[in-house]
C-alpha cells in the first residue's frame, strides 16, 4: 500500500512539473482556455484555446454545457459555444510565467455568451470575479448586460498590475441562489504600456476635479472601454501590434461632425525607442482631422462623445501621427476633455519634430457622479491664439481606460435598459426569455468597436443627452469581431411594433428572414453590389424574377435605429419618379434590412472617376442632374411637409437600367412638420464636402442646406474628382472652393472633366456653372430655390440639345444661331418646365394615403 503511495506521489509530482512547464510556455505566447470544452479548438484569429479542467481548483461544483443555439453575431464558434457553470465559490489557477519579472502588467479577457443552455436560464444568472486583490465584477448579469447593450456576447478586457501572486488566482463567485458561468478566459503577459502617469486634465487651469483620486496609474488596474482606429477602419486581433491581439475600431458612431479622414501618402515607421507594441502603424496611417476651411473650423470643435460609468477615472490615450506637417506652428490645437483643458497649444510635429512620425500622450480625468456627468467627451479645438499656419486638428488612434479606484475595484453595476428596451421586452411573446427559447437571441450589438462598443442607438442618444444636458448613462461592453450582425432588440423592432407607424407598416411589405436569406443567397459576398453609411448592399431576386437591392445592417455602421425607422417612415409614403422606391423591409432575429426597386447602373458617382464605368456624356450628365433635382424639389414642395434629405452627394443619386436618377439614401431625413421658424434645430449630420457652412455654423437646417450640397454635386458632376481629396494641393483639396474660385477667375474650362472639352456648349457650360455657384452661396437666403435650379439646368440642357442638333442637320446653323444668341423658345421651356413638375402626373407622384 505504501509502495503504492509513493507511486501515485511520484506520478503525480511528474504530471504536475510537465503541467508548469507547459503552462508556463503557453504564457509567454498566451494562454486561451476554453472553459466547458473538452479539446483544443481553434479560431479565425489563429488562437488555439484549450480545455479549462486542469486549471480549476480542485473541490469545485462545477459542470460543463454547450449553447443551444450558435448566434450569427458570433465571429466563431471557439471558445462562445461551449461553457462551465458554476454553483458555488470556484477559482482558476493561471500560471503568469513572469520568470521574476514583477514589472510587467497581464492582459486578461473574459468571454461570455448569455445564450441558451439545457437546464439554465440565463437570465438567473448573478456573479463576481476577482483577479487577485482587484474586483472586475461584481453582481454581474451577462444577459442584462448583452440585452442592454444589444450585444451577442461580453468581452471584458483587463491590464491588470504588478505585482500579482504566482500563479494568478481567477475566482468566479455566484450569487446567493444563482450560478455562474464563462466561456473563454485569455491571460498573458503584456508590456508595461501605461509606464508613466497620465497628464491630469484641468491641471493646468486648476480646474480638476478630485485629483487625489487619480494621481497614479502604475499601481493601478485597468479594464478597456474604448479602442478607435480614428478615420480609418477595423484592425482585426490577427493585425495588432506587439502579439497583444487587441480590435481596433472605427470612430465614426462616436464623432460629432465627423471631419474628413485621410490615409498616410508616404511610409509610416516608428521613431527609436517608441514601443510598437504602443499601436500597430495602421492606426497611425489613418487620421481624422477638421477640413481645409480655416472660417468654419474656428467655429467648432473635433468632438467625440462617450458613455462611461460615474465615480471612476479614466485614462484616455491619444495616437498622433502627422504625415502633413513639416514644420512647426503649421496645424496647433487645444485639447479638452469633459470641458477641462487637458492639453493648450498641442502641436504634434513640434512634440516629434518629425514628419510622419507615430507618437502618443495620456490624459486622466475623473468622471463625477451626478446629473449630466456620467459620459465623456472629448474635443480638439484649432489653438487661434497660437496663429497656425492651418486651424485645424487632427488625431490617428483613441484608446479610454477605466481606472480601479482606491478598493483595487473595477466593477460597476449592470447596465439599465432604455425606455425603448423595455417596451420591446413588455409586447407579450417578445421578452427576452422568449426570444432565447425561439432562437432567437440578441445578436451582435447595433454597433460593435472593440471592448467597449456601444450601439449606434446608445451613441446618438448620448449626443442628444449631452446637447441637452441630460444623463443616460450605459455602461459598454463590447465584442471581439468586425464581421458581426445587428442586434434585433436594440437595431430592429419587430413588423407591428410601436416604433414604425402602422401606416408606414401597412405601405411597405414586411420580409421574413428566410426570405431575405433565399434573396441574397444567404447574404453570399457574390451578391454584394455596394457598401454605404448603414451596411452592404446586396443584388437578390424576390417573387421569382424581379430584381431588388437589399440593403442589411452592418455593425459598424453609423446609421442605427434612427435612420432605420426614418428611412421607413418616409419612403414608404412617397412615391415619385426620382425618388428610390422601397419596396419593404426585414426586421427578425438579430437583422435589419431594407428593400428596394433594382438600380442597375449603380451610383452617380461610379460613372464619374470610376475607371470601370463607361463615360457620360454631359447630356447625359445633365439629364441625371435635372431628375435628382425633380426629386429634390418634391422633397421640399410636393410633400405633405417639408423634407429636408440632409446627405446629398453623388453615391445617394442612384440610376436605374435607363438611366433615369433617383434620390436615395434617406436615414438622415428631416421633416418641417413641428416648426414654424423656417429651419430645423438639429445636431450637424451629413457628410463633409457637401455640407453646408451656415447649417454647420448654426445647426439649422433648411432645405437651402440641401441646396448647397447639390452645388456640390453639380461641380463633381463637371469636373468628375471626389468633393473632397486630401491627395491634392492644399488649395484644390476642397472642390466647392477650388470651383468657385475658378469659376470666379474665370478659368473653370481649365479644371472640368478632360473627356467633356470640346464637347459642351459655352451657353450651356456657363448657364450650368452660375447655377452651381449660386447653389454654393454662404447664406441660404442667397441660394436659389430648389425649383430655380431645376428651371435653369433644363435650360442649360435645352442650350446643349440645340448645339447637338446642330451636328445632325447643319442646315439649322442659322437658327440655333438665334437661340444661343438669347431667343430662345421661353414660352416652350417654361411649358416643358411645368409638365415635368407637376404634382398630378402618375408618372411622376403619387402619394400613398
Known sequence: MAVKFKIYNLVFSICLIFLSIASNEAAKTGLFIGCGSSEFEKDEDGRS??????????????????????????????????????????????????????????????????????????????????????????????????????????????????????????????????????????????????????????????????????????????????????????????????????????????????????????????????????????VYNSSRSMGPDANVNKQFNLTWIFATEPKFAYVVRFHWCDFVADKINQRVFNIYINNQTAQDAADVYGWTNGKAVPMKKDFMVFVNDGHGNEGLRVELQPSISSAPEWYDSILNGLEIFKVSDSKANLAGPNPAISEMMSKKISEPGRGFASKISNAAFIGGGVAVFGLAAVAVFVVMNRKKAFAEGKSSWLPIHGRNHSHTSRSSIAGGRSHGSTTISLDASSNCRYFSLSEIKQATKNFSESHVIGVGGFGKVYKG???????????????????????????????????????????????????????????????????????????????????????????????????????????????????????????????????GADTNEGHVSTVVKGSFGYLDPEYFRRQQLTEKSDVYSFGVVLFEALCARPALNAKLPKEQVCLSDYALYCQRKGCLEDIIDPKLKGKINPESLKKYAETAEKCLGDHGVDRPSMGDVLWNLECALQLQENIDSLKSYPDEKEHLNEEISGEIDHKALLAMHRNVLSLESLDDIDILP
Open 541 to 671: 431576386k424576390i417573387d421569382g424574377n424581379i430584381h431588388v437591392a437589399i440593403k442589411r445592417s452592418n455593425p459598424s455602421s453609423e446609421q442605427g435605429v434612427h435612420e432605420f425607422q426614418t428611412e421607413i417612415e418616409l419612403l414608404s409614403n412617397l412615391r415619385h419618379r426620382h425618388l428610390v422606391s422601397l419596396i419593404g423591409f426585414c426586421e427578425e432575429g438579430n437583422e435589419m434590412a431594407l428593400v428596394y426597386d433594382y438600380m442597375g447602373h449603380g451610383t452617380f458617382r461610379e460613372h464619374l472617376y470610376k475607371d470601370n464605368k463607361e463615360t457620360l456624356s454631359w447630356k447625359q450628365r445633365l439629364e441625371i442632374c435635372i431628375g435628382a433635382a425633380k426629386g429634390l424639389h418634391y422633397l421640399h414642395t410636393g410633400a405633405k411637409y417639408t423634407i429636408i434629405h440632409r446627405d446629398v452627394k453623388t453615391t445617394n443619386i442612384l440610376l436605374d437600367d435607363k438611366w433615369v436618377a433617383k434620390v436615395s439614401d434617406f436615414g438622415l431625413s428631416k421633416t
Open 49 to 282: 484555446w484549450e480545455p479549462d479542467l486542469k486549471y480549476i481548483s480542485y473541490g469545485d461544483k462545477s459542470m460543463v454545457t454547450k449553447a443551444e443555439n450558435q448566434d450569427p453575431s458570433l465571429p466563431f464558434p471557439a471558445p462562445f459555444m461551449k461553457a462551465r457553470i458554476f454553483t458555488s465559490e470556484t477559482s482558476y489557477i493561471l500560471p503568469l510565467g513572469k520568470e521574476g519579472n514583477s514589472s510587467k502588467r497581464i492582459l486578461l479577457r473574459l468571454y461570455f455568451y448569455p445564450s441558451s443552455y439545457p437546464h439554465f436560464d440565463v437570465l438567473s444568472s448573478y456573479f463576481s470575479v476577482t483577479a487577485g486583490k482587484f474586483t472586475l465584477l461584481n453582481n454581474f448579469s451577462a444577459s442584462i448586460t448583452a440585452e442592454a447593450l444589444s450585444q451577442g456576447y461580453i468581452i471584458k478586457e483587463y491590464f491588470l498590475a504588478s505585482p500579482l501572486d504566482e500563479p494568478l488566482r481567477l475566482t468566479i463567485k455566484p450569487e446567493e441562489n444563482s450560478f455562474a458561468f464563462i466561456n473563454g478566459i485569455e491571460v498573458m503577459q503584456a508590456p508595461e504600456i501605461f509606464y508613466e502617469d497620465p497628464i491630469l486634465a484641468g491641471s493646468n487651469s486648476g480646474s480638476g476635479d478630485d485629483s487625489s483620486a487619480v494621481s497614479t496609474v502604475v499601481d493601478k488596474s485597468m479594464e478597456t472601454m474604448y479602442r478607435l482606429n480614428v478615420g480609418g477602419s477595423f484592425i482585426s486581433p490577427s493585425s495588432d501590434s506587439g502579439n497583444l491581439l487587441r480590435s481596433w475600431y472605427d470612430d465614426s458612431p462616436y464623432v460629432v461632425g465627423q471631419g474628413i479622414t485621410s490615409q498616410a501618402n508616404m511610409t509610416v515607421g516608428y521613431r527609436s525607442g517608441y514601443p510598437s507594441f504602443i499601436a500597430p502603424l495602421e
